[in-house]
């Protein structure tokens, strides 16, 4: 326990001054950089009902989208007229002063991070109770709705979207606040699911995992653990998303804040990549992702898009345990786990369970 | 937001002629669906590629269109094209992910959309593409306006439903395929190549996609990105009436295309969309609450 928790920290502690001398050394790679922790932190939320609780979500860009959407409404209608502000396209222009914004931003991203959880608790009873490919399909109906909705929502700009409060500081300067926030949300986003899976509610969460029923019938009480987990990774993303929708400047529905195209698969592929159901899985899964991704862009003119379909198909087909998986299969002494292999004297029968029809 | 409503008030004809159109539309939709429902049964693989291979269809007529030819003329051809697109498909991508878990399946089709649509986004632009039909109208009352392009698809969606349940019933391949969707492992013994019938479920399920995708963007629009709504209607048609249930399939994929347009009507166009997905989530809700009552896994 205590040589992983040493690896845990050195970890951090590497993390940590990679994060701080990024911005020093490259101040150009700055908001790249930026959106990798947003990556970092799309990838653990994910995998917090998707590996752990064996729940998979194709749709947890609803809690993204809403939390940008409530501190946008949050941070104008504080010192402005939502409706009117949305309704002159951006022409409206407020004037914030720096105590204005940042009291704004602040209580946004609070609050961007309370409505997702919110949404994740009214929807969790009703959509955790569906299983396998039907909560998979129900999340992403839900995501494609919800966007639908906002797209012909009048007060929120509609399809148009709303053009964010302009940052009062130094240009340039807000790169670097994008930066910090979007990288201490994502580390505390990482801190508290590693002290989430070591309690008895990480293992609850594993029970249902392995077999649903059986944990029921072992007295847990499913649906609150459920809901409580979507919950929870509903507000880190939630925040996420209210911080974003400030650092990208504008916000539009169907390509920035409900992204499932996008973003809502990219999340998914990069919890895979990395090895879902494991600790620094998401988190190596989604610099790496991030890193490709980016190459793709520069190189392949046009054709990243494409690429990066492929990239998924290939991760999902044919190396689907992800990279700390296979290394947990290939040495598992180094995670710290015993295999049983089974009494070596027995009959070898197939004993195996047979393949899930 | 209620002024259609009391428009459909004083007409009440306007009310029959939108549930008329939508019927015309829900056939495509019980076509597209029923393939759907095909590979789900047969090989357990929950395709959401499906509408992404509709949108496919569509640009294969439009492509006719751009070389001078009639839209319907393409129609054996993205029959022909999309029948071998997915014999390929599934030997490079499906034959991998058939024995493993559904969320597999579901993932790496997702992919599959994301890959059709960008690499139709890069040849044909995100612009919106219709191919014209140049069919006319013909009208019936002063409300009821018919376009003579919606009556034909009905027609040529119901005869392709006809030919491929003779072929299910009467074709050695579609009595393989039905005994395999029975029991893979027993086809399997008594000597039916199941790797074979996997293939041509899949690819014949493309070609039925590429066939209703060249009716849809006569009828239609058709853009690189509308894919997911047809693989969502898809959805919530084979969940709500059920895997081989054909009168199901059909009577649910009218219903679904009366109820989208009735609610394009009323609540406006801009959320002719969302009604369809709330009605997603809703199926979802009912057979949640179903599976309640009877408890038990739902796989």
């Known amino acids: 326990m205590t040589s992983a928790r040493k690896l ?3 970890v951090y502690a590497g993390l940590i001054l990679f994060g701080i001398i990024t911005p020093i050394l490259f101040p150009n790679y700055t908001s790249q950089v930026a959106v990798m922790w947003l990556m970092v932190l799309m990838a653990v939320t994910w995998d917090m009902t998707g590996g752990q609780m064996g729940y998979n979500s194709l749709g947890n860009v609803i809690f993204f989208g809403l939390g940008m959407y409530a501190s946008a409404v949050v941070q104008i209608s504080m010192f402005a007229d939502v409706a009117k502000y949305t309704a002159s396209f951006g022409a409206m222009y407020v004037e914030f002063t720096e105590v204005q914004y940042f009291t704004g931003l602040s209580l946004g991203i609070v609050v961007g991070g309370i409505v997702a959880t919110l949404f994740a608790l009214l929807i969790g009873p ?3 109770g569906l299983r396998g490919p039907y909560f998979a399909i129900g999340t992403l109906g839900l995501a494609v709705a919800v966007a639908e909705l906002i797209a012909g929502w009048g007060y929120v700009g509609a399809g148009s979207g709303i053009s964010m409060p302009v940052y009062p500081g130094v240009a340039g300067e807000s790169t670097f606040v994008w930066y910090i926030l979007l990288g201490v949300t994502a580390l505390l986003a990482h801190l508290f699911v590693r002290w989430l899976y070591s309690t008895q509610f990480g293992l609850a969460m594993n029970a249902i995992r392995d077999d649903e029923d059986k944990a029921e019938a072992m007295g847990i009480r499913t649906t609150r653990y459920k809901v ?20 990208s400047g504008f916000i539009e529905p169907l390509e920035v804040a409900f992204p499932t195209a996008t973003f809502g698969i990219f999340m998914v592929a990069m919890a895979l990549l990395g090895g879902k159901g494991t600790l620094w899985g998401p988190v190596l899964g989604a610099i790496l992702f991030h890193i490709v991704k980016e190459a793709t862009w520069t190189y392949l003119l046009g054709w ?3 690429a990066l379909g492929a990239i998924i198909i290939i991760n999902i087909v044919y190396f689907q345990q992800g990279i700390l998986g296979w290394a947990q299969d290939k040495w598992p002494a180094a995670f710290g786990l015993t295999v049983d292999r089974g009494p070596e004297d027995q009959p070898t029968g197939d004993t195996r369970p047979e393949a899930a029809e | 937001m209620f002024e259609n409503l009391y428009l459909v008030y004083l007409a009440p004809l306007m009310g029959v002629d939108l549930i008329l159109q939508g019927l015309f539309i829900g056939a495509l939709f019980a076509l597209i669906a029923y393939g759907l429902a095909l590979v789900w049964g047969v090989m357990n693989v929950k395709n959401l590629a499906q509408g992404d291979m509709v949108i496919l269809g569509g640009y294969i007529s439009y492509q006719a269109t751009l070389w001078g030819f009639h839209p319907m003329l393409a129609m054996p051809v993205a029959i022909v094209l999309m029948f071998g697109l997915g014999w390929l498909i599934y030997a490079l991508i499906i034959r991998r992910v058939v024995d493993r878990d559904m969320f597999t399946s579901l993932l790496a089709t997702f992919g599959l959309s994301l890959l059709i649509q960008q690499v139709l986004n890069l040849i044909y632009g995100p612009e919106v593409k219709v191919a014209e039909s140049g069919f006319g109208n013909f009208q019936l009352d002063t409300f009821i306006i018919i376009q ?7 027609l040529i969606a119901g005869a392709l439903a006809i030919a491929i349940v003779i072929f299910m019933k009467k074709s050695r391949m579609g009595q393989a395929i039905r005994a395999t969707a029975q029991d893979a492992r027993a086809a399997r013994v008594l000597g039916i190549n199941t790797d074979r019938v996997y293939a041509f479920t899949y690819a014949l399920n493309a070609s039925i996609c590429g066939a209703a995708g060249v009716l ?3 009828i239609w629009v058709i853009q690189p990105y509308y894919g997911i709504v047809y693989s969502i209607r898809a959805f919530i048609i084979v ?15 009218f219903g679904l295309g009366a109820w989208e347009n009735v609610a394009g009507f009323m609540f406006g166009a801009e959320f002719a969309v969302a009604a369809v997905v709330i009605m997603l989530v809703l199926v979802l809700m009912y057979r949640l609450l179903q599976s309640y009552r009877v408890r038990q896994v739902v796989r």
């Open chain 1, 304 to 306: 990243q898009w494409v």
């Open chain 2, 148 to 154: 003579n392009v919606r009556l034909y698809s009905l």
């Open chain 2, 239 to 253: 969940t709500a009436a059920g895997l081989g249930n054909l009168p199901g399939v059909i009577l649910t994929g």
């Open chain 1, 228 to 247: 409580l987990t979507w919950a929870a990774s509903a507000f880190f993303l939630g925040m996420g998303g209210a911080i974003f929708g400030n650092m």
């Open chain 1, 126 to 128: 009703f959509m955790l």
């Open chain 2, 216 to 218: 849809v963007a006569m």
């Open chain 1, 8 to 10: 845990d920290l050195k």
